[in-house]
């Protein structure tokens, strides 16, 4: 029986993450006469596999909706909080209160896709890297508003962003 080798490549879409790439990287272990993967640093995966002769190639049915920030969130209880002030160190400071005070830990904030956040953190906080804030991750989301920031929260400690339960929601101030 003659064999052709196979060559495929897919992105896993950003705001998934690690999350994102184990759920592509089950599907193409599932592959049969799987040879070779490879995961780049952009978030492209190539892998090959080999067709037996008048075989088609194999698709994968990766979704990845439902692991998207948006969708995480969502999932979970989203409590909506007022601002009392418009600074930024007080506004974070009170989410993470609510947070403790409702038992839950911080695993990461969520943005839209060109989040109006930063701007309004780097007018008094200076600026910072926009992947990261205060050792949490920063995901974007575009189904998420531009002004709008989310603290996710979950059970454990250091609980994947998977395992979002309870979400903080704060609509930025405007025109400061």
Do not use: C
């Amino acid at each position: 029986m003659q064999y052709k080798e196979q060559s495929e490549q897919l992105e896993v879409p950003k705001g998934t993450g690690v999350d994102g790439f184990l759920h592509a990287l089950r599907e193409i272990l599932e592959l049969p006469r799987l040879q070779e993967i490879h995961i780049d640093g952009r978030g492209k995966i190539t892998y090959k596999y080999f067709l037996r002769e008048g075989e088609a190639p194999q698709a994968l049915g990766l979704e990845f909706d439902s692991l998207m920030p948006y969708a995480v969130v969502r999932n979970g209880y989203i409590e909506e909080m007022l601002l009392t002030t418009s600074h930024p160190a007080v506004v974070l400071g009170q989410m993470f209160a609510k947070a403790a005070a409702d038992h839950v830990y911080p695993v990461a904030w969520v943005g839209g896709a060109k989040s109006a956040f930063w701007a309004w953190f780097e007018k008094t906080m200076g600026a910072g890297r926009q992947d990261e804030l205060y050792g949490l991750p920063f995901l974007r989301d575009r189904m998420i508003e531009d002004d709008v920031l989310i603290l996710a929260t979950a059970f454990g400690r250091r609980a994947p962003f998977i395992e979002t339960q309870r979400s903080y929601k704060i609509l930025l101030p405007r025109g400061e």
